[in-house]
T-cell receptor
Framework: KAGVTQTPRYLIKTRGQQVTLSCSPISGHRSVSWYQQTPGQGLQFLFEYFSETQRNKGNFPGRFSGRQFSNSRSEMNVSTLELGDSALYLC?????????????FGPGTRLLVL | AQSVTQLGSHVSVSEGALVLLRCNYSSSVPPYLFWYVQYPNQGLQLLLKYTSAATLVKGINGFEAEFKKSETSFHLTKPSAHMSDAAEYFCAVSEAAGNKLTFGGGTRVLVKP
């Protein structure tokens, strides 16, 4: 099976702009989670989507949002970008069953905010 | 709230020497525990996971980890380091199946020839 794919891999934006990142999970996986990785804060959970519904949310401001489509693909949106939003954004997918606990990560999208 | 502590943000080992990466966690319930590895400009790759079966868990690339409940630890070891082991390693905990992962700060491993 193909792994988790994320597009684009690299992105440069300026402060105040908005950005949309895309994640395609492993075929058959219904759950998609997003994480932010920065040198200062490390890896932090943003949110999880399962069957098009947000099931869990981390401690991030409302500028960070997401959605999931019927084919399980997910998008993450950040509005009014700030310099501190520069990070590697990782998407992870899993089957979504109650006993499935392994998350498989994509290569990430590296966002630079100038 | 869960937390994960990885002792040592950087570890330097000689090729062929033992690799030992320390991870301690706090959790109010029996956790699921994971070790992930991240190579430069890549995502996270699962090395191994503990899910309340055997306390000694074997993973890929010769790594293994032992769950010690009394010490709330899940240290990662590899008997003989290889140059290809140079990467950053993350310990993570989840309180329930499918729940969000809480990560430690990571340990960057340098392997000297």
């Amino acid at each position: 099976k193909a792994g988790v794919t994320q597009t684009p891999r690299y992105l440069i934006k300026t402060r105040g702009q908005q950005v949309t990142l895309s994640c395609s999970p492993i075929s058959g996986h219904r759950s998609v989670s997003w994480y932010q990785q920065t040198p200062g804060q490390g890896l932090q959970f943003l949110f999880e989507y399962f069957s098009e519904t947000q099931r869990n949310k981390g401690n991030f401001p409302g500028r960070f949002s997401g959605r999931q489509f019927s084919n399980s693909r997910s998008e993450m949106n950040v509005s009014t970008l700030e310099l501190g939003d520069s990070a590697l954004y990782l998407c992870a997918s899993r089957e979504g069953g109650e006993t499935e606990e392994t998350q498989y990560f994509g290569p990430g999208t590296r966002l630079l905010v100038l | 709230a869960q937390s994960v502590t990885q002792l040592g943000s950087h570890v330097s080992v000689s090729e062929g020497a033992l690799v030992l990466l320390r991870c301690n966690y706090s959790s109010s319930v029996p956790p699921y525990l994971f070790w992930y590895v991240q190579y430069p400009n890549q995502g996270l790759q699962l090395l191994l996971k503990y899910t309340s079966a055997a306390t000694l868990v074997k993973g890929i690339n010769g790594f293994e980890a032992e769950f010690k409940k009394s010490e709330t630890s899940f240290h990662l070891t590899k008997p003989s380091a290889h140059m290809s082991d140079a990467a950053e390693y993350f310990c993570a905990v989840s309180e329930a199946a499918g729940n969000k992962l809480t990560f430690g700060g990571g340990t960057r491993v340098l392997v000297k020839p």
